[in-house]
């Protein structure tokens, strides 16, 4: 694993060292590999989602957030490393992740990652919250996130499903979106789910994300 530059630090990312995902359990926590990983603290929807929704909906975003940012840059968090980065209890952080999973979104700690198999990451789930046609009130209590958050996932979605309407493959997919392929093969999932299902919304999205895509995908060198 390639190792995190000082300088390479973003606005809001703290450096903070994990155990490695292939450490097997049972062993010693001395004697487990551990690697440097950047995480994002602090992000600007933090703030207003203090502001609306309190401090436990910001607490659940920030541990969705570096729990999967850690797993991605092959890092495990655990519920004790989740204590120490949000100065609370292991108990307030164990019932934070117990609320989460009862919504079925994936928080990948290292204790868990077991159970979790093909989880359901909060970006994927936030946008079937959407698609199945709850309000931008409700998805925010419901999943911790705020309006901003909530487009921005709503925005790649749309820009999957026009992608893969179109028959573009998974490299111009990642090329245009930006996106981690663990993330588009989540969205493909729920644009054939609700296709089934003619979903009004998806038309929707469908119709209005088209003429934007088509600009974004002409910039794209083949």
Same mark, same amino acid.
């Given at each position: 694993m390639k190792e995190n530059n000082?300088? #390479? +630090? %973003?606005?809001?990312q703290i450096p903070y060292w994990g155990v490695h995902i292939n450490e097997p359990s049972g062993k010693p926590l001395d004697e487990m590999k551990k690697c440097r990983v950047l995480l994002t603290f602090y992000h600007p929807d933090?703030?207003? @989602?203090?502001?609306? &929704?309190?401090? &436990? !909906?910001?607490? &659940?975003s920030k541990i969705m957030r570096m729990t999967v940012e850690a797993k991605d840059r092959g890092v495990l968090l655990t519920q004790e490393d989740l204590s120490l980065l949000l100065c609370c209890t292991v108990? *307030?952080?164990?019932?934070? =992740?117990?609320?989460?999973?009862?919504m079925e979104v994936d928080v990948p700690t290292r204790g868990q990652m077991k159970d979790?198999?093909? %989880?359901?990451s909060h970006k994927a789930k936030i946008v079937e919250e $959407?698609?199945? %046609?709850?309000? $931008? !009130? /409700?998805?925010?209590?419901? *999943?911790?996130?705020? #309006?901003?958050?909530?487009d921005r996932y709503i925005r790649d979605f749309s820009r999957v499903v026009y992608l893969t309407s179109k028959d /573009?493959?998974? +490299?111009? =997919?990642? &090329?245009? *979106?930006? +996106? !981690?392929?663990? @993330?588009? @093969?989540? $969205?493909?999932?729920?644009?054939e789910t609700f296709s089934r299902k003619s979903s009004p919304r998806l038309k929707e999205l469908i119709s209005r994300s088209s003429l934007d895509l088509k600009k974004m995908s002409q910039r794209v060198v083949e």
């Open positions: 000082p300088d #390479d +630090l %973003g606005v809001g933090d703030h207003k @989602l203090l502001r609306e &929704q309190g401090i &436990q !909906s910001l607490r &659940q108990r *307030t952080i164990r019932n934070d =992740i117990r609320e989460l999973r009862a979790i198999g093909k %989880g359901v $959407y698609l199945k %046609g709850y309000e $931008y !009130s /409700e998805i925010r209590r419901r *999943t911790h996130h705020s #309006d901003e958050s909530i /573009e493959d998974l +490299l111009k =997919i990642r &090329q245009v *979106t930006r +996106l !981690s392929e663990r @993330l588009i @093969l989540e $969205y493909q999932r729920l644009y």
